[in-house]
């Protein structure tokens, strides 16, 4: 029995003409793991939002809803709040107390419930997840990760039929963002729960799908089996690189077994296929542009920061250079101190020890000092937008700028980002990803030298991402330095001319990228787990392709 059916749904916001969704439909049984996925801005996360009435956007809705079969809009408020769950994109968006234990027990008080109950309840949750550890402890004091687990442990322990995830990884770092995937796999697995979720990034939740959801602009959705969205998205154009690294690979090698699901089944897929070729020798040398005799854009030497007098160190004695014209991305946990290290670096907060220094000169009176030289992307793009429409504020940006030539700047920048369509809608009606690219866009009106980028990608859908890292790499090769803080690990192994860990307040670990990750087990990329054995360092798709093109080429793998 279809616990969900969804018929010929619209949606147009209001003040809009467009319609986001068209002639959706589609059912959903009891027990249910759906994934749905497409472009930023196909409408995935107003999909979402349909499904949990308190947070219906305002607009237009065409079709009917029905939960259990009954119309949707015809449920008590406390009978959605209880049987439907959601949790959001931001961790910090939904979290509502101060304590761990508040905020467990706040959706339970809030349906009236006995204390016995809600107490019997929390526990049972709080020593599910493992949460029992820090269960006193203040929200404030989680990482990341441990608030969107807190999140969905809220949702849970109200027993829901139904829980709804909007791109619930986009913060997490890449262990957490594993580890809570796979909780996730868990619930629906263990306790029968349907599970709905939004992801750009395929590669683990892919294989955990019964069904996917396919949502494209101006055309009809897909909705099939894993197998069936592989068998359409090889056929359509361009569909191929919205497939998770797995099975890319396997098309690449053009083999005749059954598409792995997971990077389990495509680690043992090509053990089985390169044991016992003989490889040719492998060099280790990866061309990469030379930073030989460049002018250092970025010097930090010995700089320590805290917060407050009474905090303890955030950054400790960091000292690190980076080149004019280099990409350097830093990865690291969630809460580990990424974000602080590039608004020092950026001179948007000061450190209390140390030096650091912006095309050779010291940081005195923070950014003011740099003119355009230097610009700065927030985590929370949407932040950085004061008017009605994208248009409007680029064009307020660059007066209070004094800037001339203000509708060729502002040309220019969407031409180069393609965001024709996005410039005259207002901010706040836009999706994450196109949130993160008018920003972006915001960001190089002023044609800056160095660029400190905060989670460029996050919410961004496969094209778009291609597209801005082909940017960043155009941008460098014109001599702009850019520093991208990132949980993205493709990203990172595709752009970056070198690459660190942020851990326990210091920079570890800097090298090119195909070192770094071929020497991790962990925050490495799908490619070089598969690989790893055979070619160490191969870490993109790019690679691997030009590899085997070669290896066919020389007629190189014998048995």
């Not at 029995?1 to 959903?28: A, P, T």
């Not at 996005?422 to 993160?436: M, V």
């Amino acid at each position: 029995m279809d616990i969900l059916r969804m018929e010929d749904i619209g949606f147009r916001y209001d003040g809009n003409s467009h319609r986001v969704l068209k002639d959706i439909s589609f059912s959903v049984k009891k027990g249910d793991f759906i994934v749905v996925m497409g472009d930023s801005g196909s409408g995935k996360s107003t999909l979402l939002r349909l499904l949990k009435k308190e947070l219906v956007p305002n607009g237009e809705m065409t079709g009917s809803i029905y939960f259990n079969q009954r119309l949707l809009s015809d449920l008590l408020d406390e009978e959605t709040a209880a049987k439907i769950g959601y949790v959001m994109q931001d961790p910090e968006a939904q979290i509502v107390t101060d304590k761990v234990w508040s905020e467990l027990a706040f959706g339970l008080e809030n349906l009236g419930l006995p204390r016995e109950i809600i107490r019997s309840r929390i526990g049972e949750m709080a020593n599910y997840f493992g949460i029992h550890h820090w269960y006193h402890k203040d929200v404030s004091e989680l990482s990341g990760g441990q608030k969107q687990l807190l999140n969905l442990a809220a949702v849970l322990v109200m027993q829901p039929e139904i829980v709804i995830l909007d791109e619930p990884t986009a913060q997490l770092d890449p262990i957490a963002s594993l580890d809570f995937l796979r909780t996730i796999n868990r619930i629906n697995k263990e306790l029968n729960t349907t599970i709905i979720i939004a992801e750009h990034d395929l590669e683990e939740v892919f294989g955990m799908a019964d069904q996917l959801l396919l949502l494209r602009k101006e055309k009809s959705s897909i909705m099939g089996t894993p197998f069936e969205l592989i068998e359409t998205l090889l056929t359509s154009e361009s569909g191929e690189e919205n497939l998770p690294s797995i099975i890319r690979l396997h098309h690449l090698f053009e083999l005749n077994t059954p598409y792995p699901l997971t990077i389990s089944e495509g680690i043992r897929e090509t053990h089985s296929f390169f044991e016992g070729k003989k490889l040719p020798n492998q060099s280790n040398e990866i061309v990469r542009r030379s930073q030989v005799e460049r002018k250092i854009a970025v010097s930090l030497k010995h700089v320590s920061f805290k917060y407050s007098r009474l905090d303890e160190d955030v950054l400790n004695d960091v000292s690190l250079t980076i080149n004019q014209g280099e990409i350097f991305t830093i990865l690291g946990g969630n809460g580990s101190g990424k974000s602080t290290l590039i608004k020092v670096m950026s001179g948007l907060i000061v450190p209390y020890q140390g030096q650091i220094k912006l095309n050779n000169k010291k940081i005195k009176n923070k950014v003011k000092d740099y003119g355009h030289e230097i610009a700065y992307l927030p985590q929370q793009p949407v932040s950085m937008f004061i008017e009605e429409t994208v248009r409007d504020d680029y064009y307020s940006f660059l007066t209070v700028m004094k800037q001339t030539n203000i509708e060729e700047k502002i040309a220019n920048v969407v031409k180069l980002l393609g965001i024709e369509q996005l410039i005259e809608q207002h901010p706040y009606d836009l999706s994450g990803g196109e949130s993160q690219l008018v920003a972006l866009g915001k960001v190089l009106l002023l044609e800056p030298n160095i660029l400190f980028l905060d989670e460029p990608t996050k919410g961004i859908d496969t094209k778009n991402k291609k597209k801005i890292a082909n940017l960043l790499k155009e941008l460098a090769k014109n001599g702009k330095t850019i520093i991208v803080v990132t949980h993205d690990i493709s990203l990172s192994a595709s752009i970056s001319d070198r690459c660190g860990l942020f851990f326990d307040r210091q920079m570890i670990s800097i090298s090119d990228p195909e070192t770094f990750f071929s020497n991790n087990y962990f925050y490495t990329t799908p490619i070089n787990k598969m690989l790893k054995n055979y070619f160490p360092k191969i870490i993109t798709f790019d690679q691997a392709k030009e590899q085997w093109r070669s290896l066919q080429k020389g007629s190189e793998i014998n048995e």
